[in-house]
Nanobody
């Protein structure tokens, strides 16, 4: 049974950085994993994805600022977020995804997510 547990969120000033973690027991063997986010009043969107072999893809809104990585031995996926902007404020989730084209394909129940708030 796959369980997704996101952590690492918090309050950060514009221009700051955060690293999110997704403990994904059982999901790593399924291939491509992505980070999604949902801002208040908006639909959930996929912002980054990574395959089992380390290939990555990003939404235009985060390209050059966010970096996704994974440690298969630890069943963990990370999202390093730099140069954060107020519009990055959202609850962040992980789940399966499609790399090319970058597309949502969440195959498992959502975790609780982790709140990221970018504000001065």
């Amino acid at each position: 049974q796959v369980q997704l547990v996101e952590s690492g969120g918090g309050l950060v000033q514009p221009g700051g950085s955060l690293r999110l973690s997704c403990a994904a027991s059982g999901i790593i063997g399924y291939g491509t994993v992505g980070w999604y986010r949902q801002a208040p009043g908006k639909q959930r969107e996929l912002v980054a994805a990574i395959t089992n072999f380390g290939s990555t893809n990003y939404a235009d809104s985060v390209k050059g600022r966010f970096s996704i990585s994974r440690d298969n031995a630890k069943n963990t996926v990370y999202l390093l977020m730099n140069s954060l902007k107020p519009e990055d404020t959202a609850v962040y989730y992980c789940n399966t995804a499609i790399l090319q084209p970058l597309s949502s394909q969440p195959d498992f129940p959502w975790g609780q997510g982790t709140q990221v708030t970018v504000s001065s």
